[in-house]
């Protein structure tokens, strides 16, 4: 259940003007059964109302990551998933307990009294919707350094995670970026992007909290048996303990021309802005139909003159999302002008006066182009491991146990430069190069840092916008021999899951909200959903809004 309530009467009476408090009569004790939750309004403020084992809890409604209504999306237990992102909630305590999402919820009290519910809330608090979770500081006399390398979210939430635990040693973060951590998954999305917009925390945050953050400097190698990391400007720093995730890069094309004046790709703010300015009026050629491809395509369909997509498979997405949705997706574009040559690829880049002119292709069409933007792929920042004790798999990602731990002790890795083990998928090893799984493995990483032994358990769960639609998908679908569909991909409604051995392994979504949250928490608690039950008409486990 979910809905929206207006307060049945203020009690004005109990909240004298100078009073800090707020209280409202929200709905009557019967009005919930347990495991249903909904919306209620206290002076003008949104508040989720939930009931599970027959207690009322009272929390901010509003997801701490995009603002998402927590009440349409999916509860079980004593936890909310967010509809749009997949961030978990503790219903009782307002802790975060799944990324996206970084910070905490408010909570409220709650009363009952004659058969009625009353929520009060903080007239103080009342327009923060969110709340950073307690964390401490450094403390004198406490020499242990762990050191964080890259400026992403998997060190940024270790780094958070240690504080939150009581760590008062030194944390030292270090990147080559030479901005302060910020929200990547932007950057396909609103190219235009001001840099400070886009922030996760700003220096005050890291002065607080007594965690150095070194930009601009890059690590060029380790070495274990010191504990020592060796800086590009000469200097050299030791360690008690360490986090490697220095994530990957854009791979270009294996191609001359790639030196031209136009040529793009995607990872900075600044790359993000200049992609935006020098597509504008433009003939565009973007090369790849990943995630960012389509994305950058979407955002620059009403500023650019011409868009031109060329994939090496048959359809975008075909080996994430699958051969349908990635139909649907081609569609969509289409529609909007995007011209799509797929089943190719660029063997020629042609420049005239040092800019990109046109791009010829293997079945030797030629591609007129003012701007090449290439998106086909990542290479991990590894170099400087090489010669180290870590070990690298064939591909140079750097492999961890379920506790993030690589083969060296007191050496973690995380983000996209991590291959672990993912328990959804029986521990098979995988690289997954999403922001929640990041974050998530920061989180992993520095609680066994601190002996507080935790495994990594958390479910994929992400998402691409494409014509200001989200698709969402959650699991790990690789190896899937059928899709079960609820909707029609032509009506631009559905929800796919995906089956391998008789089971759902994953879960992709349009406008079919909360479907992919659900599968996402049936998933975390390792609760099959069979295939039987992916086909069924019953889709009340689902709680579709």
């Not at 925390?201 to 965690?211: A, G, L, N, Q, S």
């Not at 909707?487 to 994953?506: H, N, S, T």
């Amino acid at each position: 259940m979910s809905g929206t309530r207006p307060p049945r009467q203020e009690h004005l009476d109990s909240d004298p003007e100078d009073s800090e408090e707020l209280t409202a009569v929200v709905c009557l004790e019967s009005d919930l059964q347990d495991g249903q939750m909904m919306e209620v309004e206290v002076g003008h403020h949104s508040v989720l109302l939930t009931r599970s084992e027959g207690r009322y809890n009272a929390i901010g409604n509003q997801c701490t990551h995009y603002g998402a209504p927590l009440s349409k999306g999916f509860i079980l237990g004593n936890k909310v998933r967010c509809p749009w992102h997949g961030a978990c909630f503790n219903i009782n305590t307002g802790d975060l307990e799944e990324f996206p999402g970084m910070d905490c919820l408010p909570c409220h009290k709650v009363k009952i009294q004659n058969s009625k519910v009353y929520v009060t809330v903080n007239k103080k608090t009342l327009m923060q919707e969110k709340r950073i979770k307690s964390m401490g500081g450094g403390e004198p006399g406490v020499t242990h350094t762990i050191l964080l390398l890259g400026g992403g979210a998997a060190s940024l939430i270790c780094a958070e995670t240690l504080r939150q635990e009581h760590f008062g040693g030194r944390i030292i973060m270090a990147t080559r970026d030479e901005l302060l951590p910020y929200d990547k998954t932007r950057l396909s999305k609103v190219m235009n992007v001001e840099s400070d917009s886009i922030l996760l925390r700003r220096m005050d945050f890291f002065h607080k909290y007594d965690i150095e953050v070194w930009l601009r400097k890059e690590a060029l190698s380790v070495d274990t048996d010191k504990k020592t990391v060796t800086f590009d400007d000469g200097s050299v720093q030791s360690y008690d303990q360490l986090l490697i995730s220095t994530g990957c890069r854009a791979k270009g094309l294996d191609l001359p021309g790639m030196k031209l004046d136009n040529v793009k790709m995607l990872e900075t703010p600044e790359d993000a802005r200049q992609i935006h300015s020098a597509c504008l009026g433009c003939n565009v050629v973007l090369v790849g139909t990943s995630f960012v491809g389509m994305e950058i395509a979407s955002y620059l369909i009403d500023k650019s003159s011409s868009i031109t997509v060329i994939g090496s498979s048959e359809m975008p997405y075909q080996n994430t999302l699958g051969r349908e949705i990635g139909k649907v997706t081609m569609m969509m574009l289409s529609e909007k002008n995007v011209r799509f040559y797929m089943n190719d690829n660029v063997t020629e880049v042609i420049g005239a006066d040092g800019k990109v002119k046109e791009v010829v292709l293997k079945s030797g069409k030629v591609v007129p182009a003012d701007v090449l933007i290439v998106g086909i792929g990542i290479k991990p920042n590894s170099e400087f491991l090489r010669g180290s004790k870590i070990q690298m798999d064939s591909k140079h990602f750097v492999t961890v146990d379920k506790y993030m731990c690589t083969s060296v002790p007191g050496v973690f890795c995380g983000g996209d430069l991590a291959t672990f083990p993912l328990k959804m998928a029986k521990n098979q090893l995988v690289n997954i190069g999403h922001w929640q799984m990041a974050q998530a493995h920061g989180r992993i990483a520095a609680l066994n840092m601190m002996d507080k032994q935790t495994e990594l358990s958390s479910v994929p769960f992400y998402w691409t916008v494409l014509l200001g639609k989200t698709i969402r998908y959650a699991g790990y679908g690789e190896g899937y021999t059928e899709i079960v569909m609820k909707g029609k991909f032509e009506d631009r409604k559905f929800l796919a899951l995906y089956i391998k051995d008789d089971e759902v392994i994953a879960a992709a979504s349009l406008n079919y909200d909360p479907a992919v949250s659900a599968v996402a928490e049936r998933l975390v608690t390792g609760k099959v959903i069979t295939k039987k039950e992916a086909e069924s008409d019953d889709l009340s486990w689902l709680k579709l809004s």
